[in-house]
């Protein structure tokens, strides 16, 4: 029986005569050498599944630790933009009894807030003059007239800025409406209802003094500069088309997007009181996008998502009969696009009943009609309309005109100011322009603008370094050699502004977008899809001055995904 229970494996150990043959050591020998066999432990190698299951664990361990350390990041930063900061107060002088400069800024836009957020603000006595009191965040502009963003996701208050400089930063919300150049003094104005009682404290030398020739309609302030940063933007040009500032609707400010809305949603419900076949239910329901470029391609691509994902489903028997038309006069649309992506947009705008007309201009606009005039065929046809949105060009504001009437330099500038290397108007010595305001060899874009203010702020840096060197050299006895050397230095060493173009996103529809992106000058790529699609959402959420945006934003886009999108009048 033991030699059973050892088997094959203490073949080694079976004498060659029987065990129960054997004297009783030798067989106690070789039933212990037995058992000891059968019990030793053998050797396994593990499975190769559980290795698999250990880096399963691993993964998710470390995905959960990544979006912890996420989440505790955004909150850490919400809490931080949520308070201001203690800011060095303006004065007169420098504690070293240099004279401190006025710098003014006008505008709230795309190169004006970097500036101001890029700028150590204690080096100057810094006044931010805008008539509007928030930053918009305008590439998403398109989006609110549908509801897929909120107009409060996209913009961010002033103060919420300029409370986090290192220096006080001063906010008049007003308006320029005169300028000196020769005494560089510039006179203010706001639009109020508030007209009594009203006073400033003339002791503070950075403060405005108010003009006794304010009214029950306005305040007027009149202000002194040492430097002058003009950011006051540009307004949507209607290229002398007769009936277009009275019939159509820009995008250009969030009340723009506001009157889209409300006036798709009355022309909606308007069409519906109507029968099926109407004339005027027809025209009622057809709306015209003229331009061609990303604003109006991204119009036309919000309001057709809208019809397809939301009024189909709810008002099919309307959202059937709404259709768009996208009128561009040049031969393609998103013309600064790789051609490969403007033949894509093409495609999906047949895919998605976008009716494209291009190399075509409008040339009169009524109240019910536009007569868009096809230069290939030298022809005029006249298309009706319920709603028109006008979103091409771009046209100067009464300041800027204003501004170059009285610099000699700037008389046969037409279309913005003619600038130099640093950004200073031609025939000036202390007044800085950027964005839209300016006419250039770069794109009137907001990468352009923001790359301008970010520049600026550098600039003033360096220059304050410069006017401190001056005045030490101004005051000392006996001045040092290489004093006089790191002033020439200075001099010649102030920076110049370089633009770094980084690509051209746009959304075309049908959650499809189009990017032309670029790294430094050996690098372009073009892309368009669903993915894109995503880049482009990833992009913008990147380019949000706040977090708070980011958030609201990315928020947005989920409500709609799960909800769809509002289609109320409110």
Not at 158 to 166: A, E, G
Not at 363 to 392: C, F, R
Request: charged residues 20%; proline residues 6%; hydrophobic residues 35%.
């Amino acid at each position: 029986m033991l030699s059973r229970l050892a088997g094959n494996r203490i073949s080694t150990l079976r004498p060659a005569t029987p065990l129960h043959l054997l004297k009783k050591p030798q067989r106690q020998l070789i039933i212990s050498k037995v058992r000891f066999q059968s019990t030793a432990p053998t050797t396994t190698h593990p499975k190769p599944f559980k290795w698999i299951k250990k880096l399963f664990y691993y993964s998710l361990g470390t995905i959960a630790l990544g979006a912890l350390s996420f989440v505790g990041f955004v909150g850490w930063k919400i809490h931080e933009e949520n308070y201001p900061v203690d800011q060095q107060p303006q004065s007169s002088h420098f504690p070293t009894g240099e004279p401190k400069k006025t710098l003014i800024v006008l505008g709230s836009g795309w190169g004006s807030m970097p500036l101001i957020k890029n700028l150590d603000t204690t080096l100057y006595n810094v006044i931010l003059i805008s008539p509007r009191n928030y930053f918009l965040f305008t590439p998403l502009l398109p989006s609110v007239p549908t509801g897929t963003v909120d107009m409060k996701s996209i913009m961010e208050p002033v103060r919420s800025i300029t409370r986090r400089c290192p220096g006080v930063v001063q906010y008049y919300e007003a308006e320029a409406i005169d300028i000196d150049p020769a005494t560089n003094t510039l006179k203010i104005q706001q639009s109020t209802t508030v007209h009594s009682g009203h006073s400033k404290d003339s002791s503070n030398s950075t403060s405005p003094k108010i003009a006794n020739e304010h009214n029950m309609d306005h305040i007027t302030a009149e202000l002194h500069y040492d430097y002058l940063v003009v950011g006051v933007g540009s307004q949507p040009s209607t290229f002398g088309t007769p009936g277009v500032a009275e019939n159509s609707t820009f995008v250009k400010e969030v009340s723009d997007s506001i009157r889209i809305k409300k006036k798709l949603i009355d022309l909606i419900e308007a069409a519906n009181l109507l029968p099926k076949n109407d004339i005027e239910r027809k025209r009622l329901l057809h709306v015209i996008v003229c331009g061609g470029g990303p604003t109006g391609v991204e119009a036309a691509g919000e309001i057709q998502d809208y019809i397809d994902q939301d009024l189909k489903k709810w008002m099919p028997e309307v959202a059937d009969d709404l259709k768009i038309t996208l009128v561009e006069s040049q031969p393609k649309v998103l013309h600064t696009f790789n051609p490969k992506l403007v033949e894509y947009t093409n495609q999906i705008f047949k895919e998605t009943n976008i009716n494209l007309l291009t190399n075509c201009r409008i040339t009169h606009v009524d109240n019910s009609y536009v007569t868009a005039h096809h230069k290939s065929s030298n022809k005029d046809e006249i298309l009706p309309y319920g709603m028109l949105i006008w979103a091409t060009g771009n046209a100067t504001r009464d300041f800027t005109h204003l501004l170059m009437s009285k610099i000699p330099e700037q008389q046969k500038a037409k279309r913005g100011f003619l600038i130099d290397d640093y950004l200073k108007v031609k025939g000036t010595d202390n007044i800085y322009a950027l964005g839209d305001c300016t006419f250039t060899k770069y794109p009137p874009t907001a990468q352009v603008a923001y790359q301008e203010g970010e520049y600026l702020a550098k600039y003033f840096e360096s220059l304050q370094k410069l006017h401190s060197l001056q005045w030490k050299i101004k005051n000392e006895k006996d001045i040092p050699e290489f004093f006089l050397k790191r002033e020439a230095r200075y001099k010649d060493n102030l920076p110049k502004f370089i633009y770094n173009y980084q690509g051209s996103l746009a959304y075309i529809g049908s959650e499809k977008a189009v990017a032309d992106l670029a790294w430094g000058s050996w690098s372009n790529v073009s892309t368009g899809g669903n993915l894109t699609f995503l880049f482009w959402r990833s992009a913008y959420i990147y380019m949000c001055l706040s977090v708070k945006n980011q958030v609201l934003v990315t928020l947005d886009w989920v409500k709609v995904y799960l909800f769809g999108r509002d289609f109320s009048r409110e």
